[in-house]
């Protein structure tokens, strides 16, 4: 069984920091693009980054662009999404997710595999 399991949410203060890590077990990922997307109350799940099979390429959407950093450990079937500088806006509902190829995408139906979420909550 394919599972994406998410971790590392919580209460941050606005301006702190936060990382989230996800753990691929069932099958390996080491092939596939991988990303995280975000659910605030009340709003579409929106994308949030992305990276190459290899980790050489990422893109981030613009909301978080110069604060969230995604990364991942092949050897560790694990991607991780450091948080810097949060903002009360950046509420909501974390979601690791991965395709079954690896070409650059922020369209969330590209997305076959997914993870329960993790819920970050940034207070003002």
């Known amino acids: 069984q394919v599972q994406l399991v998410e971790s590392g949410g919580g209460l941050v203060q606005a301006g702190g920091s936060r990382g989230l890590r996800c753990v691929a077990s069932g099958r390996t990922f080491r092939n596939n693009l991988m990303g995280w997307f975000r659910q605030a109350p009340g709003k579409e799940r929106e994308f949030v980054a992305a990276i190459s099979a290899s980790g050489a390429s990422t893109y981030n959407a613009g909301s978080v662009k110069g604060r969230f950093t995604i990364s991942r450990d092949n050897a560790k079937n694990t991607v991780y999404l450091q948080m810097n500088n949060l903002e009360p806006e950046d509420t909501a509902d974390y979601y690791c997710?991965?395709?079954?190829?690896?070409?650059?995408?922020?369209?969330?139906?590209?997305?076959?595999?997914w993870g329960q979420g993790t819920q970050v909550t940034v207070s003002s």
């Open positions: 997710a991965a395709t079954r190829w690896d070409i650059m995408t922020t369209t969330l139906r590209n997305y076959a595999y």
